[in-house]
C-alpha cells in the first residue's frame, strides 16, 4: 500500500525558472523509462546513483516532444525517501509541468498527498520525528533565515539539545535510585541540594527555549505590522515604497483604501507582514465604517504600529483621535512628506508619544526608509541572531511539549521543596524526562502516535 | 529398563524456590502434581545468602503472598531477624528484608509441600522431557521411570551443566555441594531451546566460634516487625543481629598481587556474571580508588555457628581467600567452613516465552526461575507460582494469568524477560518499574488477593477478610475527604506541636494529611477520636491521601499505556512481511513475537517509527488478513 509509486510537483507554483517532478517508489525508474527519451541511450538497471541524464520527455502515444529535460536518478536505500527517485528537472511553467505530470500518472504513479514524500521518509526510518516535522516546516518557510533554523531542526540540533537535558534529568533519576535499589551499601546519598542544582539548568534551559518561540514564531510566521493614520497621510504610499510594489492602489481621494492590504517584506531576514489599513477617519460612510473598524481590529493584531501622520498639515482632531488608540501600543511615529513643508509641530507630537520613536521620511522619494527597517530589526531581533548556532523552537507540539516539561520541571522543585521523600521526588523527575524524551519520540504514548498519524494522514 | 511410573497433570523439575511455588499452586488448583528434586534434602535451599527480601524483592515476596503462594508465610515462621529497609526513602521503595533461619525454612517449605494434597514428591534427576507434536507428554528419570503428565514447569535453577570454580580448580557441580543435572540441558537443546551460560557466585561461610564481633559494628533487627504475609498477624520474637566490617588496603593488595589466579581474570568463566553483584576481586579492580569495601556477617540460624559473609563472593583459590578474609577487622582467626565458589550454569533464553512463561514452541511446557536467566530466591519463587498457575490454565484450557507492569513487580519481571530478554542474570530492582509508586509492598494484597481469589488460591475466609479492609479503607477514605476540621485552640496547638502552620478556618482532614508533618494518628488526636482502623488500614488510608496527587499521576500515564497493551497482535502475522520497519526491528520483533503493540514498543531496537508503521500495517492487516 505505502510502497506503491507516488509523485509530485515539488517545486513552488507559478513561473520559475526550472520545475522539478519528483517520483518516488518501486517503479519510479520504470515509469520515466516509458516517457524519457535520451539523447545517449543507456541501460537503466546499469544507471548509478545520483546520476544526470540528458534528454526529452516524449508523450507515448502521440509522440509529441512535451520538454527538453534533466533526469536524475536516485537509487535506495540512500535517498530522502529510502525508496527509488527519480526528478525530472523541465523547464517550468505550470502547463508543461501539469502536462509531464499527467504523462507520469498514466504510467501507473500516483499522485502524492501533500507531505507524503516526508511521510515515507519518517515511515522508511529515516528521519525521527522532530526531523519529520521540520521538513514540513520548511516546506512552509518563508525566509532564509526560517530556512536554517528548519535545517537546524533538520540535523538534530533541537534533539541534540533535548537530549542534553533529558541526559540531566536522568542521571538526577540514577543518582536517586542507586540509593533506593541498594540501601545497605555505602553509597553516597545524593544531597537534594545536587538534585536541586541540576534541575534548575534544566529548568532555565527549557524557559530559554520557550522564549526562543518568540523569536522563533517571528522567524517562521513573521511580525505583524499595522500602517495607521488618517486617509490620505500616506499610508498605502508608505507600504508600497517598502515593499517596492505596486499592490495597493493609492488615489488622492481620501478613504479609497477600504480593506486591509498585505503585504510581506523582508527586514534582516525576518518576513514582515504589512497590514494597510483604511484610513482611520470619523466617517458616516457605511463601507467606509467597516473599513475602520477592521483597521482597529488589525491595530489590536498587530505587533506593531506605523503610525503615519502628514508632515505637511498641522495635526487635527482625527489624529488626536488616533493618537488614543496607539497610545498604549508597540510603535514607530512616522512623520511622512519630508519632502514638503513641515507645517507639523513635531513638538508637540514628542510630547504625546515621549518614549516612542519619530521618523520623519518621504515615501515619495523613498527616503528614511532604511530607518524604519533598522529600527523594526532593532525592536524585533535584539541580537543579531546567529542563526547557524541558534536552536529556536518554532513548532507548536515542540512549545507545548517544553510547557508541559516546564510545569513538571516546577513540579519537581515543589517535591523537593516539600520534604516529601525521594521516591516521589525521582518519579517527579521522571515524568519531566519522559516529557522531554516527547519531543525526540523516545517515549512512546498514544498521544505521540496520534500526533503523527494526524500530522502524516496515515492508517485510514 | 524404562518403565512407566505415573499419570499427573503437572510434573515439577527441580524443588527450589520457583519449583516449590509452582507445585504448590498447581496442587491446590486441584491438579495432579509431582515435583521432584534431584536431593529431597535440599528443597528450598538457600545456597547464597540467607535471607529472603529486599529492595523490589520483597516487594515480590508479598506479592507471591497476594497470589496465595507459599515463601512470605514460611519466612514469617522461620526469620531470625526482620528489617524494613528505605523507611526514610518514601512508601514506594520501602522494603522488607528478612534473614532465614535456613535449615528451619527448609523444613517448613518440606513439610508444607508434604502435607499438600494433590502433590507427590520425589527424589529423582530429570534427564528427558518428553514432546509430541508440539505437546509436552511427562519426563523422564536418570533411572529410566517415566512420568506422564501434561504440563511441564521447569524450574531447575542453577544445576543444568553445573560447574564450580575455585581458583585454577574447576569440576562439574550443583549449588552448595550437590550433584549437577548433567542431561536435562541436551534434551531442551533436542526439543529446540536455545541456551545461554551464567555465571555467579557465592563467597565463604565461617564458623562464627572465630569471630571477634567486637571489632564490628552490630545492626539489629527492626523493633516493630512487619511481617511479610497478609495472613500472618502481629509478630514478635527475639532476633539475631548481622555485623558489619570493612576491607581495608591490605584486603585489596593482597587480591591485587592474586588476580592472574582469578579464573575470571585469567579467562577460565566463559559465563556471563550479574553487574550488581560482583566479586570482591571484581569490585576491587573496578572501583581501585575505593578505600574500603562493606562486608557484612549474617548468621545461617540458630542451630549453627555458621556465617555468611555478605560482600565477599570470590573465584580465588582457596588459599588466597584465607589470606584476604583473614585481614579483615574481626576475621583476622577465622576459619572458613565452606569455601567461596563461582558457578557456571545452563539457562534458557527467556525471549523464547510467551508472557505465560509457556515455551512458544512447545505447549504445555513452561519455565521459572533462575533457568530462565534471572537470580534471586524471590525472582525464582514469583515465576513459579504464575507457571504454576498457568500450567493449570492450560490444562484447563482457561485465560492465562499475566500481570501487567502497573499491576505487580512479577508482571514487570515476566515482561523485562519475555520481551528484552537479558544478558546477565537478572535481577528485581525497585527502578525497574516505572508504575512504582502503585506497586507498593503495602498494597500488594490490594493489587492481587482478586487474582489469587479466582485462580483458587485464596481461601473464602481469607477473601472476606480482604474485602472488608477493602471496604474500611475506602470509607475512611472518604470520611477524611468529607470531613472539615474547625480551628480551635486544641487543634492549633497541635499543629504548633508538629512543627505545621495553625489553621485559621475549617479544612478538610484529607488536605491536612497531605502535609508532611501531619500522620493519620494526628489526626484521630485533632478530632479526639478513637481508632478503629488496624495497623495496614491505617496505613492504607495515610499513604493513599498523603501521596494522592503523585499517585494519581501515574494511574492515569498506565491507563494510556494500556490502550497500547490492549491492541493485540495476531499470532499469525508475519513481521518479515512489513517493508516499512527496520531490518533490526523486524528481526527482533520476528524473534520475540510480541504479544500487543505495548509489549513490541518495549523491545530494545524497536523505535517509535517502527511501532507506527506496525499500527499502520496492523489496521490494515485486520481489514484484509492476506
Known amino acids: ?13 507559478g513561473q520559475g525558472g526550472i520545475g522539478i517532478v519528483r517520483i518516488s517508489g518501486r517503479e519510479s525508474f520504470e515509469v520515466v523509462r516509458k516517457i524519457f527519451k535520451p539523447v545517449k541511450p543507456y541501460n ?12 526529452h520527455i516524449i508523450n507515448p502515444v502521440s509522440k509529441e516532444i512535451i520538454d527538453e529535460v534533466l533526469v536524475s536518478y536516485f537509487r535506495e536505500p540512500y535517498t530522502y525517501t529510502r525508496e527509488n527517485i527519480t526528478e525530472i528537472n523541465c523547464h517550468g511553467g505550470a502547463l508543461v509541468l501539469k502536462g509531464i505530470l499527467e504523462l507520469v500518472v498514466q504510467q501507473g504513479a500516483r499522485i502524492a498527498e501533500p507531505g507524503e514524500f516526508t511521510k515515507r521518509a519518517f515511515l522508511n526510518g529515516r528521519l525521527d520525528l522532530s526531523q519529520a516535522e521540520a521538513v514540513i516546516e520548511m516546506i512552509n518557510s518563508k525566509t532564509n533565515a526560517e530556512r536554517k533554523v528548519s535545517l537546524n531542526q533538520l540535523e538534530g540540533k533541537l534533539s541534540e539539545k533535548i537530549g542534553g537535558l533529558r541526559n540531566l534529568l536522568v542521571e538526577c533519576i540514577a543518582d536517586i535510585e542507586a540509593g533506593i535499589d541498594f540501601p545497605e551499601y555505602d553509597i553516597e546519598e545524593v544531597s537534594r541540594e545536587k538534585i536541586s542544582e541540576r534541575i534548575d539548568t534544566c529548568l532555565n534551559q527549557v524557559k530559554g527555549l520557550l522564549k526562543t518561540f518568540f523569536e522563533g514564531r517571528i522567524i517562521k510566521e513573521g511580525i505583524t505590522v499595522a500602517i495607521v493614520g488618517k486617509p490620505n497621510v500616506g499610508k498605502s504610499s508608505l507600504l508600497n515604497a517598502l515593499a517596492q510594489k505596486e499592490k495597493a492602489i493609492i488615489t488622492e481621494v481620501p478613504g479609497t483604501t477600504r480593506d486591509i492590504i498585505e503585504e510581506y517584506i523582508v527586514i534582516g531576514g525576518v518576513a514582515v507582514r504589512v497590514l494597510d489599513t483604511a484610513g482611520l477617519r470619523q466617517t458616516e460612510d457605511r463601507i467606509e465604517k467597516i473599513g475602520i473598524d477592521r483597521t482597529k481590529a488589525a491595530i489590536e493584531r498587530a505587533d506593531l504600529i506605523l503610525l503615519v501622520l502628514d508632515g505637511s498639515e498641522e495635526i487635527e482632531e482625527e489624529d488626536r483621535e488616533i493618537f488614543k488608540l496607539v497610545k498604549e501600543r508597540k510603535a514607530i511615529v512616522v512623520i511622512n512628506k519630508s519632502d514638503l513643508d513641515i507645517r507639523l509641530d513635531i513638538g508637540k507630537v514628542r510630547e504625546v508619544f515621549a518614549e516612542k520613536e519619530i521618523i520623519e521620511i518621504s515615501a515619495r522619494e523613498e527616503t528614511g526608509l532604511d530607518k524604519i527597517e533598522r529600527k523594526i530589526k532593532d525592536m524585533f531581533i535584539k541580537n543579531e541572531l546567529e542563526y547557524d548556532n541558534l536552536t529556536v523552537i518554532t513548532n507548536v507540539r515542540h512549545k507545548r511539549i517544553l510547557e508541559e516539561a516546564e510545569e513538571e520541571l516546577e513540579e519537581v522543585v515543589k517535591t523537593i521543596n516539600s520534604g516529601l521523600p525521594v521516591d516521589m521526588l525521582s518519579s517527579a523527575i521522571t515524568q519531566a524526562a519522559d516529557k522531554l524524551g516527547e519531543i525526540t519520540g523516545e517515549t512512546v504514548g498514544e498521544e505521540v502516535l496520534h500526533t503523527i498519524f494526524s500530522k502524516f494522514c496515515i492508517g485510514k | 529398563m524404562e518403565y512407566i511410573a505415573g499419570e499427573y497433570d503437572v510434573a515439577v523439575i527441580g524443588a527450589g524456590h520457583a519449583g516449590c511455588e509452582a507445585a504448590l499452586a498447581a496442587a491446590r488448583m486441584g491438579c495432579k502434581t509431582i515435583l521432584f528434586s534431584i536431593n529431597l534434602d535440599s528443597v528450598a535451599n538457600m545456597p547464597c545468602n540467607p535471607s529472603v527480601g529486599g529492595t523490589g524483592k520483597g516487594h515480590l515476596v508479598r506479592e507471591i503472598d497476594a497470589l496465595g503462594g507459599e515463601m512470605g508465610k514460611v519466612i514469617d515462621k522461620t526469620f531470625i531477624q ?14 522488607l528484608r528478612a534473614q532465614a533461619d535456613r535449615r528451619s525454612y527448609q523444613a517448613e517449605m518440606k513439610r508444607t509441600l508434604e502435607q499438600q494434597d494433590n502433590l507427590d514428591i520425589k527424589q529423582a534427576e530429570i534427564t528427558d522431557i518428553l514432546a509430541e507434536n508440539g505437546r509436552v507428554k511427562g519426563v523422564k528419570t536418570h533411572i529410566g521411570a517415566l512420568y506422564n503428565a501434561r504440563a511441564v514447569v521447569v524450574t531447575t535453577g542453577t544445576y543444568l551443566r553445573g560447574r564450580i570454580i575455585i581458583g585454577d ?7 552448595d555441594g550437590l550433584f549437577p543435572a548433567q542431561h536435562l540441558s541436551d534434551s531442551l537443546k533436542s526439543l529446540g531451546i536455545e541456551l545461554m551460560r551464567f555465571k555467579t557466585g557465592t563467597p565463604a561461610r565461617i564458623n562464627g566460634r572465630t569471630v571477634d564481633f567486637s571489632r564490628m559494628e552490630e545492626q539489629p533487627g527492626d523493633d516493630m516487625i512487619v511481617p511479610f504475609s497478609f495472613e500472618t498477624g502481629e509478630l514478635k520474637k527475639a532476633q539475631a543481629s548481622c555485623w558489619l566490617t570493612y576491607t581495608n588496603e591490605e584486603t585489596h593488595r593482597i587480591i591485587r598481587e592474586n588476580l592472574h589466579r582469578s579464573p575470571l581474570y585469567g579467562g577460565m568463566i566463559e559465563g556471563i556474571g550479574p553487574r550488581y553483584c560482583p566479586s570482591i576481586e ?19 540460624g540458630l542451630n549453627t555457628e555458621e556465617m555468611y559473609v555478605q560482600g565477599m563472593s570470590t573465584s580465588l583459590p582457596e588459599d588466597v581467600q584465607i589470606k584476604m578474609y583473614r585481614t579483615i577487622p574481626g576475621l583476622e582467626n577465622v576459619k572458613i567452613m565452606r569455601t567461596a565458589y563461582a558457578i557456571e550454569y545452563d539457562c534458557i533464553n527467556p525471549l523464547q516465552l510467551a508472557p505465560s512463561l509457556e515455551f512458544k514452541s512447545i505447549s504445555g511446557l513452561f519455565f521459572a526461575g533462575q533457568v530462565n536467566g534471572t537470580s534471586g530466591y524471590e525472582e525464582a519463587a514469583a515465576q513459579g507460582i504464575v507457571a504454576g498457575i498457568n500450567s493449570v490454565q492450560y490444562i484447563k484450557e482457561r485465560e492465562y494469568l499475566v500481570l501487567g507492569r502497573a499491576e505487580a513487580y512479577i508482571g514487570v519481571l515476566i515482561d523485562d524477560l519475555v520481551t528484552k530478554g537479558t544478558n546477565e542474570p537478572y535481577r528485581m530492582m525497585t527502578s525497574r518499574a516505572e508504575y512504582r509508586l502503585l506497586l507498593r509492598q503495602d498494597n500488594a494484597d490490594l493489587r492481587l488477593t482478586e487474582k489469587g481469589y479466582k485462580a483458587g488460591l485464596i481461601s473464602p475466609d481469607r477473601y472476606q477478610s480482604f474485602l472488608a479492609k477493602k471496604k474500611n479503607i475506602e470509607h475512611e477514605i472518604s470520611r477524611l475527604e468529607n470531613t472539615v476540621l474547625p480551628p480551635s485552640d486544641r487543634v492549633n496547638g497541635i499543629l504548633q506541636r508538629e512543627g505545621t502552620a495553625i489553621i485559621k478556618t475549617g479544612i478538610k482532614l484529607a488536605d491536612l494529611l497531605k502535609r508532611p508533618e501531619i500522620r493519620y494518628r494526628t489526626l484521630l488526636e485533632m478530632e479526639a ?12 488510608v495515610e499513604i493513599q491521601l498523603k501521596y494522592e496527587g503523585y499517585i494519581k499521576k501515574q494511574q492515569h500515564q498506565a491507563l494510556q499505556v494500556l490502550k497500547l497493551e490492549n491492541r493485540r497482535i495476531p499470532e499469525n502475522i508475519d513481521f518479515e512481511d512489513i517493508r516499512g520497519i527496520s ?11 510480541p504479544a500487543s503493540v505495548g509489549q513490541a514498543s518495549r523491545i530494545s531496537g524497536v523505535s517509535p517509527a517502527d511501532i507506527s508503521v506496525l499500527m499502520v500495517y496492523l489496521e490494515q492487516f485486520k481489514k484484509s488478513p492476506n
Open chain 2, 282 to 300: 571484581d569490585k576491587v579492580v573496578r572501583f581501585a580508588d575505593k578505600e574500603r569495601h562493606q562486608v557484612f556477617i549474617e548468621p545461617m
Open chain 1, 44 to 55: 537503466i538497471d546499469e544507471v548509478k546513483t545520483q546520476t544526470l541524464k540528458y534528454g
Open chain 1, 1 to 13: 500500500m505505502f510502497y506503491d509509486t507516488i509523485a509530485a510537483i515539488s517545486t513552488p507554483p
Open chain 2, 169 to 175: 580448580v574447576s569440576y562439574e557441580g550443583g549449588p
Open chain 2, 82 to 95: 526482620s528489617r524494613m529497609l528505605n523507611t526514610g526513602k518514601g512508601p514506594a521503595v520501602f522494603s
Open chain 2, 529 to 540: 477520636r478513637e481508632n478503629v482502623l488496624t495497623r495496614s488500614e491505617a496505613e492504607q
Open chain 2, 583 to 593: 531490518l533490526e526491528a523486524r528481526q527482533k520483533l520476528a524473534r520475540v513475537r
